[in-house]
T-cell receptor, first 113, second 112 residues
Framework: QKEVEQDPGPLSVPEGAIVSLNCTYS??????FMWYRQYSRKGPELLMY????GNKEDGRFTAQVDKSSKYISLFIRDSQPSDSATYLC?????????????FGKGTMLLVSP | SAVISQKPSRDICQRGTSLTIQCQVD?????MFWYRQQPGQSLTLIAT?????????ESGFVIDKFPISRPNLTFSTLTVSNMSPEDSSIYLC?????????FGSGTRLTVV
């Protein structure tokens, strides 16, 4: 079993739809959870950073963490064609005094006008 | 968050040669990280570079193949040595600013 599971997609939605992206993980030691957006031929861009279970909202984006179920989600409201990208979940555990990131494989999102 | 400049952005190299990738951060950071991203795969951590000490390599990566320098708190290099086609990948540097990790735009390497 991989540490972080993420459906690679692609996920195709029409403009304006609500998008739900998800990751599950197996290691309960993970402490911090992140979502990155990666456009083609670009580096990952940090979208959301959360620590505790619950929801965190930033504009059209909501990150949700359920540590008891080892499940995290990213919701995108009113999706736009410019949201078309690969979304990577990532999480950290404390290791030898610094944090290392473990990534999911990424979900490709396609938002059609 | 920090701005990271990475170069070259892409290169095509002959097998058996080496390529050095440079990463410049716009502010001082304690830790810098080097990742590899292969098609359809997760980002994989190669090593962690801390200024003033040897880099720490992850399982499956060795210093002879991926030597790293970290001469100061804003700069690091990764060398991919004695390249083979299996080294064709995207290489990314990253920095930790306390929370969240910022990435460079990546180096797309093709070995022929």
């Amino acid at each position: 079993q991989k540490e972080v599971e993420q459906d690679p997609g692609p996920l195709s939605v029409p403009e304006g739809a609500i998008v739900s992206l998800n990751c599950t993980y197996s290691n309960s030691a993970f402490q911090y959870f992140m979502w990155y957006r990666q456009y083609s031929r670009k580096g990952p861009e940090l979208l959301m950073y959360t620590y505790s279970s619950g929801n965190k909202e930033d504009g059209r984006f909501t990150a949700q963490v359920d540590k008891s179920s080892k499940y995290i989600s990213l919701f995108i409201r009113d999706s736009q064609p410019s949201d078309s990208a690969t979304y990577l979940c990532a999480m950290t555990l404390l290791n030898s005094g610094y944090s290392t990131l473990t990534f999911g494989k990424g979900t490709m999102l396609l938002v059609s006008p | 968050s920090a701005v990271i400049s990475q170069k070259p952005s892409r290169d095509i190299c002959q097998r058996g040669t080496s390529l050095t990738i440079q990463c410049q951060v716009d502010s001082q950071v304690t830790m810098m990280f080097w990742y590899r991203q292969q098609p359809g795969q997760s980002l994989t951590l190669i090593a962690t570079a801390n200024q003033g000490s040897e880099a720490t390599y992850e399982s499956g990566f060795v210093i002879d193949k991926f030597p790293i320098s970290r001469p100061n708190l804003t700069f690091s290099t990764l060398t991919v040595s004695n390249m083979s086609p299996e080294d064709s990948s995207i290489y990314l540097c990253s920095a930790d600013r306390g929370y969240g990790y910022t990435f460079g735009s990546g180096t797309r390497l093709t070995v022929v």
